[in-house]
Structures are given as C-alpha cells and as structure tokens.
C-alpha cells in the first residue's frame, strides 16, 4: 500500500526533520537563563537582615532611570574594602576584585528583548510596584538568582497591566 514515489518520500522526510528542528529551535529559544552562575554567591538575605540594605542601596537608578544597574564594584566597596567584615569565603572572592580594582562580571538574569521599552522608574516610582512583582522575594534569597522568577513574556507583563489597570496599547511597551 506504499504509493509514496521516491521523491515524495524524500519531501516527507526533509519536512518532519525541519518541523522536528522549529520545535527544538523554539523549545530551546523559550528557556530564560536557567543555569547563571554569579561569581560570587550574594546573599541578599544577609545584606537585608543584617546589614540593614535594602533595594536601592545598590541598585541605586531603579527609581530614576529606566535600568536597575547591576551593583558596581564601589558600590561594594563602599563596605568592603580591606578587611572582611564577616565569616564568609564569598567575602574573600569580593576583596579579591576589589584589591585587583577589577569589574565584577555579574551576569544579568533579566533581559528585555530590543523591541520591547522597559522602565523600571515607571514601574517602581511612578507604578508603585515592590521588586518583588517580579523578581520573588529576594530578601529571603540567600543565592543569587540563577533564572528569572518571573519569566519576561507578553502573557506576564500584560497580566499585570490588567490587573492593575494600565493600558495594554501596543505602543506603550513596544517601540
């Protein structure tokens, strides 16, 4: 009952290899950073609970700029400068950097697509929200974050938007 001539075989065999590749190709685009190793294993709950920071204190242009800015190295070194200031081996791996006056290299968890506008002054000081609408509870992580907590999808943003009656116009986030 085999009818297929060999070319058509062929074509049937060439279209379910791509369709099988689309699939992987977009099972593959759609995982959000889920293996970030930070160089150094912050702990936010630490420099909450006891050193008594809070968001802003190193992402200090949430409030006013459209990027939260990954934390500097003087912004660390405005505590940590010479002498640990604590148990931790994860200190040492600061001092180091510090010492070396050498760049952190933070890998960013979070990442907006070029077509999309993001601010994070218009969400956290005009909108109001707390980090935690996207990013979990980060004062109780005692690891940096290695994936998103709250994945950057159209579905999620505009979700959010309803919820808080804000306008889903297209051209307010994509430009």
């Keep these: 009952m085999d009818k297929l001539t060999s070319p058509a075989k062929w074509i049937l065999r060439i279209g379910v290899v791509v ?25 936010h709950k ?6 008594g920071l809070n968001c802003t204190d190193c992402h200090s242009t949430v409030q006013t700029s459209q990027a ?14 010479e002498q ?5 081996p994860e200190e040492l791996k600061l001092l180091e950097f510090v010492k070396r006056a050498e760049t952190i290299p ?8 070029d077509h999309v506008y993001f601010s994070h002054r218009r969400h956290v000081a005009k909108g109001e929200l ?18 998103q907590f709250l994945p950057l999808t159209m579905e999620n943003c505009m979700k959010c938007h309803r919820e808080n009656n804000v306008t889903n ?6 430009r």
């Design 84 to 88: 640990p200031i604590s148990q931790s």
């Design 169 to 174: 116009d297209c051209l307010a986030c994509h």
């Design 19 to 43: 369709v099988l590749g689309a699939v992987i190709l977009f099972y593959l685009g759609s995982k959000t950073n889920s293996d970030i190793t930070q160089p150094i294993a912050y702990s």
């Design 130 to 147: 707390e980090c935690a609408a996207c990013h979990g509870n980060v004062g109780d992580f005692t690891l940096p974050a290695s994936s």
């Design 46 to 51: 630490a420099h909450i609970e006891t050193a």
């Design 68 to 81: 939260a800015t990954l934390p500097s190295l003087e912004v660390c070194s405005t505590c940590h400068s």
């Design 106 to 113: 933070w890998q960013r968890v979070y990442r907006v697509p």
